[in-house]
Nanobody
Framework: LEQLVESGGGSVQSGGSLRLSCVAS??????????FAWFRQAPGKEREGVAA???????SYMDFAKGRFTISHDNDANTLYLEMNSLKPEDTAMYYC???WGMGHYSGGYCSPTAALGELLEVWGQGTLVNVSS
């Protein structure tokens, strides 16, 4: 059974940094490709995508994350990361990682942090809370 477990959230002041981690386990070893994404949901707001990447190296960010956030993946550690810099109070939210594994190549544009991708991904972590104070 595939599982994703996030960590690294916390409370920081505006302008600070955090590094979120998401450890993957339970997936079949014959799966050679993946699509992973970070989403977030602030109180009273809808879930929104943050960043996504696939095993072909395609990476995409939502506009608010460009230049401040970096998504990366360590294959050996089966861990997805989200490095967040220059944090703002509006970044306060529960952050979730989500993903899927496969055996082929993802077509261009599939693994993007959109609401549609969020509906397709079946494996989600429990979330890690990020609180940014002004």
């Amino acid at each position: 059974l595939e599982q994703l477990v996030e960590s690294g959230g916390g409370s920081v002041q505006s302008g600070g940094s955090l590094r979120l981690s998401c450890v993957a386990s339970g997936h079949q070893l014959q799966y050679t490709s993946f699509c992973f994404a970070w989403f977030r949901q602030a109180p009273g707001k809808e879930r929104e995508g943050v960043a996504a990447m696939d095993s072909d190296g395609n990476i995409s960010y939502m506009d608010f994350a460009k230049g401040r956030f970096t998504i990366s993946h360590d294959n050996d550690a089966n861990t997805l990361y989200l490095e967040m810099n220059s944090l703002k109070p509006e970044d306060t939210a529960m952050y979730y990682c989500a993903g899927e594994w496969g055996m082929g190549h993802y077509s261009g544009g599939y693994c993007s942090p959109t609401a549609a991708l969020g509906e397709l991904l079946e494996v989600w972590g429990q979330g890690t809370l990020v609180n940014v104070s002004s």
